[in-house]
């Protein structure tokens, strides 16, 4: 089983980029699917994009589509989420998560997932 560290958040304004790291230990990262979640204070965490384990294939929640980007590097054990014109309802804290299949039916579902970092914080300034 891996074990999951976030990190790259920080404080942004309106319109600006940020690009988020999660860091796996284990030999056996490319075994999980991998997924970015966030959950905002007093709401209920949602899927924001998930990444297959060769990482051939993506998903991304509507609300993100075409500025979001989750990437990986299976040699480095890293998945990223590069986020482009963030808004400030985008503020959250941001997880990653794994399990070892994804599908287009079941990447979104908080509960599939059994791995999760400790998470890190986004903040979008208006």
């Known amino acids: 089983q891996v074990q999951l560290v976030e990190s790259g958040g920080g404080l942004v304004q309106v319109g600006d980029s940020l690009r988020l790291s999660c860091t796996a230990s284990?030999?056996?990262?490319?075994?999980?699917?991998m997924a970015w979640f966030r959950q905002a204070p007093e709401q209920e965490r949602e899927s924001v994009a998930a990444?297959?384990?060769?990482?051939?294939?993506?998903y991304y929640a509507d609300s993100v589509k075409g500025r979001f980007t989750i990437s990986r590097d299976n040699a480095k054990n890293m998945v990223y989420l590069q986020m482009n014109s963030l808004k400030p309802e985008e503020t959250a804290l941001y997880y990653c998560?794994?399990?070892?299949?994804?599908?287009?039916?079941?990447?979104?579902?908080?509960?599939?997932?059994?791995?999760w970092g400790q998470g890190t914080q986004v903040t979008v300034s208006s």
């Open positions: 284990g030999r056996t990262f490319s075994n999980y699917a």
């Open positions: 990444i297959t384990r060769s990482g051939g294939i993506t």
């Open positions: 998560a794994a399990r070892t299949l994804i599908s287009a039916g079941t990447w979104s579902v908080r509960g599939n997932y059994n791995i």
